[in-house]
């Protein structure tokens, strides 16, 4: 049975090694990233269906966040930034679709990006997020 720690470490274990535009990889959200471009990996949602005890299907769904400053880097910049990120992270799992998530899942893919702005006094960043479901056949 898998869980959404041994699946979230794999995700991270993943973006560290495949992402090498980021920075930091966090897995939990962090407001205040030691770097950017950063990645934040955290639960999001989960379902599942009962059929008997040897087959149950459940979905664990984790919300990637991609974070880039636009202040020093300019905005054109960051969207470059971000876009080539979020195209990266698509396309690494893309390729594995069981995840290579130390065999915690049957299936996984990635869900179209949703892009946003995190706007303050003394911040303004560009957003990327990517909904990754994870599928297992219990």
């Known amino acids: 049975m898998s869980t959404y720690a041994a699946q979230k470490a794999a995700?991270?274990?993943?973006?560290?090694?495949n992402i090498t535009n980021a920075k930091v990889v966090y897995s939990y959200v962090e407001p205040n990233p030691s770097g950017y471009?950063?990645?934040?990996?955290?639960?999001?949602?989960?379902?599942?269906?009962?059929?008997?005890?040897?087959r149950n299907r459940r979905?664990?769904?984790y919300r990637i966040t991609c974070m880039q400053e636009r202040v020093k880097v300019g905005a054109s910049e960051a969207e470059r930034i971000l876009g080539a990120m979020v195209d990266q992270i698509i396309s690494t799992f893309d390729s594995r679709t069981n995840l290579n998530l130390?065999?915690?899942?049957?299936?996984?893919y990635p869900i179209p990006s949703?892009?946003?702005y995190i706007a303050a006094p003394?911040?303004?960043?560009?957003?990327?997020?990517?909904?990754?479901e994870a599928i297992t056949l219990e």
């Open 102 to 108: 130390t065999n915690t899942c049957d299936f996984a």
């Open 59 to 61: 979905k664990r769904v």
């Open 11 to 17: 995700i991270v274990s993943i973006l560290q090694t």
């Open 122 to 132: 003394d911040i303004d960043v560009r957003t990327a997020e990517i909904l990754l």
């Open 114 to 116: 949703k892009w946003g």
């Open 37 to 54: 471009p950063a990645i934040t990996v955290e639960n999001y949602d989960g379902e599942g269906e009962f059929a008997d005890t040897g």
